[in-house]
Every structure is written in C-alpha cells, then in structure tokens.
C-alpha cells in the first residue's frame, strides 16, 4: 500500500489516499494529476522509499500525524 501521493519535501498534500502499487501504476499510466509530484513516480511496483515509516504517516485526516482542533466561539481581533 502507498500513501497517493507521496510528496518530496515540505509540502504536505492536503488529501491523501491509501492505494495498491497496482492503483499507482494504473494513475501514472493514465496521467493522474496527483502523479506529477509523487517519488513513486516512474519507479517499479516493488520500489519502496528509504524512510516511509517515519516521512509519511498514514491517511487518516490528520497533518503530521497530529490531529489540529479548532476553538468554537468568534474570532477577537485587534483593535
């Protein structure tokens, strides 16, 4: 399974998926949008990056692995 997509560097991809490296070869087959950025770009199915585990948590809504909770109320600005 690959985090689609997986992108090099800082910036984060605000939606992310889990799909089969079957999946990401169709998509790049087909020229998915999401592919031009991804480091599974080009690579074979078996390829795997060096450090997954600690680079990419998993797709669960969460930025960084850290779920961010808003305060409910009005917004105080400066006056």
Not at 50 to 71: D, F
């Amino acid at each position: 399974m690959r985090l689609c997509p997986t992108v090099d560097g800082h910036a984060t991809p605000l939606i992310t998926s889990m799909i089969s490296s079957v999946t990401c070869m169709a998509q790049q087959r087909c020229f998915y949008h999401k592919c031009h950025r991804c480091i599974f770009r080009g690579q074979p199915a078996n390829w795997e990056p060096a450090t997954a585990a600690e680079e990419h948590p998993a797709s669960n809504g969460q930025a960084n692995g850290v779920a961010k909770v808003l305060p409910a109320g009005r917004l105080k600005t400066r006056t």
